[in-house]
C-alpha cells in the first residue's frame, strides 16, 4: 500500500479550484442544478428519456405524509429509504427484508433491526430537512432495492456497488466501480468507507482499489480481488451516461448507476458537482482526457457515438 495523491500531482490531476472556476462555472449553468440536486425529478426526466431507473413505490412530502408510511411498504420485503436532496450516502437506509418474528420490524443492509416508529422518525428527520444539500425542507423517496449483480458478490460487503462515470460535454471520460464495505452499511459512497476502483473505459474492467487514499488489491472485508472483473452491460452503461447530457444539460456530469440482476443498468442519480477522488481511484488525471474531448469534440455525435469514442480513446494507463 503507498499513497497515491502525491503521485497523482504529476499526472494532470485536475485541482477542486480548477474545477470550480473552469468546469462547473462555465459548463453548469445554476438554473439547471434542481434537475439533479431532486433525485425525483431526476428520476421523471431520465424514465421520459427512455432510462431505467429503480422503481418509486412512493414520496412523503411532508410530516402529515409519514402515516402513509406503513401502507406504502406493506406488501414489500426490500426498499430503500432516502432524501430527495441527499449526497454522499447521508440518511439513505437500506432495507433488505423483514424480521421474520414481526413483521413491522425491518432488517437493514448491516443486519441490524429498525422498528417502523424508527423509520418514521427517521422519515420525520429528512422531511425536516437534517439531510438537504440546501438545508431546506425535503422529501423522503421510497424506492425499490437493487439486486446486484453476482459479478460483485465477492468484493461487496452488504451493499450495492455502483458505477460513477464522469461525463464531459457529452462525453463519458472516466468511471469507477464503488464497492460497499463493512464500514459503508449499505451505501457505496467513498466518504462512508466504501472502496473505489478504477476502470478500463475501453473493456469496462476494474482496475486496482483505492481507499482513503491508498491502494488496495484486495476487498477489505471479503479478501477477494477487485482487479479484473468485467462489468456487465458496459455498452448500456457507458451510452446511458452519455445520455445524461442531453437529459440534464450539464457539461461537467457524475452519473452513477446501478447493475440490477433482472433489471440490467439502472441510473440511481446525477451530479452536478461529482468529486475528483475518481482520479485516484483510476490513478490517473482527467485533464488530458477532457482536452482530448475538446479537440475531438462533433456536436452532432449521439450518445451511442460519443460512448463509442470513449471506448477507443481511454483505456487504462
Ligand atoms: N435503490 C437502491 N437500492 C440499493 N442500494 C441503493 C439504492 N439507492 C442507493 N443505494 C446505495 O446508496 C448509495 C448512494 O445512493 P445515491 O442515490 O447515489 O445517493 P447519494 O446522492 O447520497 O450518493 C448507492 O451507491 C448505493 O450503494
Ligand atoms: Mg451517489
Same mark, same amino acid.
Given at each position: %500500500?503507498?499513497?497515491?495523491?502525491?503521485?497523482?500531482?504529476?499526472?494532470?490531476?485536475?485541482?477542486?479550484?480548477?474545477?470550480?472556476?473552469?468546469? /462547473?462555472?462555465?459548463?453548469?449553468?445554476?438554473?439547471?442544478?434542481?434537475?439533479?440536486?431532486?433525485?425525483?425529478?431526476?428520476?421523471?426526466?431520465?424514465?421520459?428519456?427512455?432510462?431505467?431507473?429503480?422503481?418509486?413505490?412512493?414520496?412523503?412530502?411532508?410530516?402529515?405524509?409519514?402515516?402513509?408510511?406503513?401502507? /406504502?411498504?406493506?406488501?414489500?420485503?426490500?426498499?430503500?429509504?432516502?432524501?430527495?436532496?441527499g449526497s454522499g450516502g447521508d440518511g439513505i437506509v437500506v !432495507?433488505?427484508?423483514?424480521?421474520?418474528?414481526?413483521?413491522?420490524?425491518?432488517?437493514?443492509?448491516?443486519?441490524?433491526?429498525? *422498528?417502523?416508529?424508527?423509520?418514521?422518525?427517521?422519515?420525520?428527520?429528512?422531511?425536516?430537512?437534517?439531510? *438537504?444539500?440546501?438545508?431546506?425542507?425535503?422529501?423522503?423517496? !421510497?424506492?425499490?432495492?437493487?439486486?446486484?449483480?453476482?459479478?460483485?458478490?465477492?468484493?461487496?460487503?452488504?451493499?450495492?456497488?455502483?458505477?460513477?462515470?464522469?461525463?464531459?460535454?457529452?462525453?463519458?471520460?472516466?468511471? %469507477?466501480?464503488?464497492?460497499?464495505?463493512?464500514?459503508?452499511?449499505?451505501?457505496?459512497?467513498?466518504?462512508?468507507?466504501?472502496?473505489?476502483?478504477?476502470?478500463?473505459?475501453?473493456?469496462?474492467?476494474?482496475?486496482?482499489?483505492?481507499?482513503?487514499?491508498?491502494?488496495?488489491?484486495?476487498?477489505?472485508?471479503?479478501?477477494?480481488? /477487485?482487479?479484473?472483473?468485467?462489468?456487465?452491460?458496459?455498452?448500456?452503461?457507458?451510452?446511458? *451516461?452519455?445520455?445524461?447530457?442531453?437529459?440534464?444539460?450539464?457539461?461537467?456530469?457524475?452519473?452513477?448507476?446501478?447493475?440490477?440482476?433482472?433489471?440490467?443498468?439502472?441510473?440511481?442519480?446525477?451530479?452536478?458537482?461529482?468529486?475528483?477522488? /475518481? @482520479? !485516484?481511484?483510476? @490513478?490517473?488525471?482527467?485533464?488530458?482526457?477532457?482536452?482530448?474531448?475538446?479537440?475531438?469534440?462533433?456536436?452532432?455525435?449521439?450518445?451511442?457515438?460519443?460512448?463509442? +469514442?470513449?471506448?477507443?480513446? +481511454?483505456?487504462?494507463?
Open positions: %500500500m503507498f499513497g497515491v495523491a502525491r503521485e497523482l500531482r504529476k499526472r494532470g490531476v485536475l485541482g477542486l479550484n480548477e474545477r470550480n472556476a473552469e468546469l /462547473i462555472m462555465s459548463l453548469n449553468p445554476r438554473r439547471l442544478y434542481p434537475r439533479v440536486d431532486d433525485k425525483v425529478l431526476t428520476k421523471e426526466l431520465a424514465l421520459a428519456a427512455g432510462m431505467a431507473v429503480p422503481d418509486l413505490y412512493g414520496v412523503i412530502a411532508n410530516q402529515g405524509d409519514i402515516r402513509g408510511f406503513a401502507e /406504502i411498504v406493506e406488501t414489500l420485503e426490500s426498499f430503500v429509504v432516502k432524501p430527495a436532496q !432495507i433488505t427484508g423483514r424480521s421474520k418474528r414481526k413483521r413491522d420490524a425491518f432488517r437493514m443492509a448491516s443486519g441490524l433491526l429498525v *422498528s417502523t416508529e424508527e423509520l418514521e422518525y427517521h422519515l420525520s428527520n429528512i422531511v425536516g430537512g437534517q439531510y *438537504s444539500l440546501s438545508g431546506n425542507r425535503d422529501k423522503a423517496i !421510497i424506492e425499490y432495492c437493487v439486486q446486484f449483480d453476482p459479478v460483485f458478490a465477492d468484493v461487496s460487503y452488504q451493499g450495492v456497488p455502483d458505477v460513477r462515470v464522469i461525463v464531459y460535454r457529452g462525453y463519458p471520460v472516466m468511471a %469507477m466501480v464503488r464497492l460497499p464495505t463493512r464500514a459503508s452499511d449499505g451505501k457505496a459512497n467513498l466518504h462512508q468507507g466504501a472502496v473505489g476502483a478504477g476502470v478500463d473505459m475501453c473493456e469496462g474492467r476494474t482496475l486496482e482499489g483505492v481507499r482513503e487514499n491508498l491502494v488496495v488489491d484486495e476487498h477489505p472485508d471479503t479478501g477477494a480481488l /477487485i482487479e479484473g472483473l468485467s462489468i456487465p452491460a458496459w455498452d448500456t452503461i457507458l451510452e446511458s *451516461s452519455a445520455r445524461g447530457y442531453e437529459v440534464t444539460g450539464l457539461g461537467y456530469l457524475g452519473v452513477d448507476m446501478v447493475i440490477d440482476r433482472v433489471r440490467g443498468p439502472l441510473i440511481l442519480e446525477m451530479n452536478a458537482r461529482p468529486g475528483l477522488s /475518481i @482520479q !485516484i481511484a483510476n @490513478q490517473t488525471g482527467l485533464k488530458d482526457r477532457l482536452r482530448l474531448v475538446d479537440r475531438e469534440f462533433d456536436a452532432e455525435a449521439d450518445p451511442a457515438a460519443r460512448a463509442a +469514442f470513449a471506448r477507443q480513446a +481511454f483505456p487504462a494507463a
